[in-house]
């Protein structure tokens, strides 16, 4: 909140953050005068209906609004909801059920939107007495002088800045709201920017959802923490044209930007030889994999097929965070070999793993996502209990950062069971239990899976064979 005040101050005239259309073109742009308007004239609004501490849902498609919205409900004092908009090719039942739940299990009172989907956000309202209650906005419509009614709030940085939803297919049971405080913000956001390198002269892209947890940190808030230009564009103009990602960081001089490691594959797989002669990639200087496990050969075929564009080995990294803790590790670790584990380990959790097994058929390759950052502690236990696996033993991975969010909204023994872990045996700690399969080698950290997932896979290879 102090960084986007004090940018106003400093380049008030400076582009922020631009949104691309399916041809790269810039469609809308604003700068941080322009942003701190519009996020103000939010707060302005809101501070004269709704009470500090509330929270707003956000309901966006990928675009600036959504940005000035988000920005402009913290600005409020209140705390902006983040979650994914009802889809048109939902049924209405679901639809409206997707909405209810969240209202209800966040206690909102007040929806943000954009003018873009408000008519299909409007329909979904009216056809619930629950929701028809609750103030409907499209932040389009609110006139920039209400930021002359607006004051500054009085924020404890302790205090939580937004709700996070997570993903229900990472963890067992429903999706839940992660409550990231200010200080998670800037503790994620200064470690980037020291590990990347960053300044106000980067340049950043992003296809991502906004209300993706990183489409949100490395998206949006990453370029607001550091001053650099944010670029973004929608996730189906990703889809339909995975291209169009590399030419927009051809065009705009991207230096850093990354994806998951199916997007790695989709430009492999789906960009021509002929595009390839357009590319120029020579200033992208972090091409980050995260969000997946990652693969090695994935980023091997990518750096074959564009480094004749200039794409250079050293670009080329990983990192490995959540909703629950954003960022945890980051190396430059291209090209590292990666850790071969026999799949015989992989049915046994905390079995010893053998490395330079060389039968296709019975390994797996996992590459390493670097060590923990600064103040950041990685351990591995044997899962279902608190004992510590030994290196290069697969366990579960509990993570204890500053990055750590406070825990799950209005959930407290939720929050106790991930949140508040210590090892056995140990009073170090708290650590966050992510539920994701790994293990450490050389002190660096290896994830294999989400350990749901894995205890599926093995339940249906148990269901085969018996």
């Given at each position: ?56 849902l956000l309901l966006f498609p990928q675009g600036l609004e959504f940005i000035y919205a988000f920005l402009g409900v913290m600005y409020s004092g209140a705390v902006p909801v983040v979650t994914a ?261 992989m049915q046994r959790l905390s079995g010893g793993m053998a490395e330079n097994n060389q039968d296709s058929y019975a390994e797996v390759k996992i590459t390493s996502c670097g060590p923990p950052v ?93």
């Open positions: 909140m102090e960084t986007l005040a004090a940018r106003v101050k400093q380049a008030p005239d400076k582009l922020a953050f631009a949104y691309l259309d399916d041809q790269c073109d810039v469609v809308n742009q604003l700068s941080n005068q322009q942003l701190y308007t519009r996020a103000t004239a939010v707060a302005g609004k809101l501070q004269q209906i709704i009470d500090p501490s509330d929270r707003v908009p009802p889809r048109a090719t939902q049924h209405d039942d679901t639809r409206i059920c997707h909405v209810e739940d969240i209202i209800e299990e966040t206690g909102s009172n007040v929806v943000l939107t954009s003018s873009s989907i408000l008519n299909e956000v409007v329909q979904c309202f009216f056809k619930s007495s629950k929701l028809s209650q609750k103030i409907l906005l499209a932040v389009e419509d609110v006139n920039d002088d209400l930021t002359n009614h607006w004051t500054m709030p009085v924020v404890d940085s302790n205090s939580t800045a937004y709700l996070q939803r997570t993903s229900a297919s990472t963890r067992e049971g429903s999706p839940k709201f992660v409550m990231i405080s200010h200080d998670n913000i800037n503790s994620v956001h200064e470690s980037i920017k020291n590990d990347y390198k960053l300044t106000a002269s980067s340049r950043s892209v992003h296809w991502l959802p906004n209300y993706h947890y990183l489409g949100l940190a490395l998206g949006v808030l990453q370029p607001l923490y550091c001053g650099y230009r944010g670029y973004i564009c929608s996730q189906f103009d990703f889809y339909k044209n995975p291209g169009s990602w590399l030419n927009a960081i051809t065009r705009y001089e991207i230096t850093f930007s990354g994806a998951p490691d199916f997007a790695y594959r989709m430009c492999v797989d789906q960009v021509s030889d002929s595009k390839e002669n357009t590319l120029n990639l020579s200033g992208w200087k972090t091409a980050y994999s995260s969000g997946e496990s990652v693969n090695k050969e994935t980023m091997d075929s990518f750096l074959k097929k564009f480094s004749y564009c200039g794409l250079k080995e050293m670009a080329l990294t990983s990192f490995y965070g959540l909703a629950e803790s954003a960022y945890v590790a980051s190396e430059n670790n291209y090209p590292k070999s990666p850790t071969i584990i026999p799949r015989k380990s600064s103040d950041t502690r990685v351990v591995i236990i044997i899962p279902g209990t608190l004992t510590r696996c030994s290196e290069l033993e697969l366990g579960e991975i509990l993570i204890s950062s500053k990055c750590n969010a406070l825990g799950y909204w209005n959930q407290p023994a939720e929050t106790e069971r991930i949140f508040n872990v210590y090892p056995e045996g140990s009073e170090d700690g708290p650590y966050l239990r992510t539920g994701d399969l790994g293990f450490i080698k050389g002190g660096e950290v290896h994830v294999v899976g989400s350990l749901t997932d894995y205890r599926k896979e093995t339940r249906s290879l148990v269901s085969i064979s018996g």
